[in-house]
Structure formats: structure tokens, C-alpha cells
């Protein structure tokens, strides 16, 4: 995409949930007026983003009818390729982690694994117990997820359409399909997971869809999303992370994301308990904890 050119947008007039058309405006503005430049700007977008968006505008919005809110202008498909072939590239991806790394707590990559071994160990339950499992990661990224699931015997499958994220998985050894089409036929998949995926998407609907027919009846599936719950303008990075106006243009709430995949044929199912861990007082903490947990937009469901 030339750098000389302006991105197009367009517009969704309907509900991305349930089709309704009726809204109230929670938030609009420019791309360059401030902070959102300068939270844009945190995010290392490479290539002529700032030339490319000039004075675009931005439309958060949230449905009269079901509740959920989205960003009512977004790039159209061709400018969506730009975003995730050319303004995120490796470097940027690079870039950004590494900025990430530096605020993080030094234990919060640690935690991160912990929690990706105790959702293995959940998918691993609630799918079918002593045998190999065929999972599908999508949107999975570099893969790592994959990764750690093929050490725990899953059959795993991954499908991501960043071209710069399927070259990183590639050098890691791990092998990544663009589409669902690349996968070939078949519905069969013991559970899906999609960290982080729904937000980016402009037909989460069609999304969810082609999931369900290639899941068996009973099969596992797991979502997570950011939590907007109380975000109308964002008043601080975080806040405008989960509300991004460039990437995050679909806003979940926990009670919206299971409406959502309810009405996408999928049923809600507990959050069974795991461990890993040595400490016992952890273990102790956490069960206790399941007594009091609020409600999370990283959910579990089961395919009807």
C-alpha cells in the first residue's frame, strides 16, 4: 500500500450481536487529536500509519437492544490487510513486546505459562479425557499456544492471517495455515481456542459460525477478550487498549460474551479447577477463590 494514500473506512450500521441498529455514542473523535495519538504511537505501528489516517474519525457505540458496544467505523478489507501485513510487521511486533517486557512485573511471563497450562489442563477435561485431542488455535499468532499444546499430546492446529506472525511461527518450527479454507474440511475438533481474537474481527458472527460446523457436538470452546466493563472514553493506555479504535473494534463484556456465543449455538460451562503450582497455600487461595470469583470475559463453553 502506498504511503502517499488515505485509508478507507467504512461503516457497520448494524449490531455485530443481535442486528440492532439503534445506538447511543459513547466515545468519537480524531486519530490525531491527543492522547489518542500519543497512545497510538505506544503501540509501534510501522510503515506511513499517522500519514494514512490524517484526520479519520473514530465512532464507539453501544447497542439499545443487547448492550454490546463497537466501533461503528472501521478499515475496509483492503486497508485491514494493511494493518496486519505491513503496520504490524516483525518489527513492530518486536518492538512492542519488548516495550511490554520492560513495564511488566519480572514473574509475568512465568504467570502467563501457568495460565496457559491450566487452560490445557481444563480443555483436556471438559473434551473427551484419555485420549489425543485435535485442538484449532485460531488467530493464534506465533504459535506458542500451539507449541505448548502438541508437548501435552494435543493434535494442534493453528490458523492466523498476520503474515508477519506466520513468519515468526515458522521460525520457531511451527507451521500456521492463513484461513480456515488452508485447513481443508472437516468437523471434528475436540475444542477451539481463541485468545484475543473476537475483539479484532469485523464479523465475529461469521467467525463463530464456521467454528461451530467444524466442531464436533460436545466440543470445548474457549474465549478470551478484554473486559470493557465501565469503559465509555478511556481515561488511561489500559483503558484504551481494550478499546483500541484501530484493532479492538468489537468491546465484550462478560454478560455480551455470553450472549454472543449463545446465540452462536454455544452453551456456557464452569471453569473447572486447575493447578500448577507447589505451593499449597496457592492451591488453598484459588479454591477459595472460585467462591468469589466475579465474572470474566475468558470464558468456557461446550458446542450444542
Known amino acids: 500500500m502506498s504511503k502517499d494514500k488515505t485509508a478507507a473506512f467504512r461503516e457497520r450500521a448494524r449490531c455485530v450481536l443481535c442486528q440492532g441498529a439503534s445506538f447511543d455514542v459513547l466515545w468519537e473523535g480524531r486519530f490525531c487529536d491527543e492522547p489518542v495519538r500519543s497512545w497510538m504511537r505506544a503501540s509501534r505501528y510501522t510503515g506511513g500509519i499517522e500519514h494514512a489516517l490524517g484526520e ?5 457505540v453501544q447497542c439499545r437492544d443487547c448492550g454490546l458496544s463497537f466501533h461503528r467505523r472501521i478499515l475496509d478489507d483492503e486497508w485491514m490487510r494493511t494493518l496486519y501485513t505491513e503496520w504490524i510487521s516483525s518489527a513492530q511486533v518486536d518492538a512492542f513486546e519488548a516495550d ?23 480443555l483436556q477435561h471438559l473434551s473427551g479425557g484419555n485420549r489425543q485431542l485435535k485442538l484449532l ?3 493464534c499468532g506465533d ?48 475444542c477451539v481456542t481463541l485468545f484475543e481474537v473476537l475483539e479484532h474481527v469485523a464479523a465475529p458472527r461469521e467467525i463463530l459460525g464456521a467454528l461451530y460446523a467444524r466442531m464436533r457436538p460436545g466440543a470445548t470452546l474457549l474465549i478470551e477478550v478484554p473486559d470493557c466493563r465501565g469503559i465509555q472514553v478511556p481515561k488511561s493506555s489500559a483503558e484504551f487498549d481494550a478499546v483500541q479504535p484501530l484493532e479492538h473494534i468489537n468491546h465484550f463484556t462478560a454478560e455480551t460474551l455470553v450472549r454472543f456465543c449463545r446465540d452462536a449455538g454455544f452453551v456456557s460451562v464452569p471453569r473447572v479447577p486447575a493447578h500448577v503450582t507447589t505451593q499449597l497455600l496457592a492451591i488453598v487461595k484459588t479454591e477459595l477463590s472460585r467462591f468469589v ?9 461446550r458446542r450444542a
Not at 493434535?155 to 492466523?160: L, R
Not at 470469583?293 to 463453553?301: A, E, L, V, W
Open 100 to 122: 511490554r517486557r520492560a513495564t511488566q512485573p519480572e514473574a509475568a511471563a512465568f504467570i502467563g505459562g501457568a495460565q496457559r497450562v491450566k487452560h490445557l489442563l481444563r
Open 293 to 301: 470469583r466475579p465474572s470474566t470475559t475468558s470464558q468456557y463453553f
Open 143 to 190: 504459535g506458542r499456544f500451539l507449541g505448548l499444546a502438541a508437548a501435552f499430546g494435543f493434535k494442534a492446529f493453528g490458523v492466523d492471517f498476520s503474515a508477519s506472525r506466520q513468519a515468526r511461527a515458522q521460525r520457531s518450527g511451527i507451521s500456521i495455515a492463513s484461513s480456515l479454507d488452508e485447513l481443508g474440511s472437516g468437523d471434528d475438533y475436540d
Open 56 to 60: 479519520e474519525t473514530f465512532t464507539r
Open 137 to 139: 488455535d485460531f488467530g
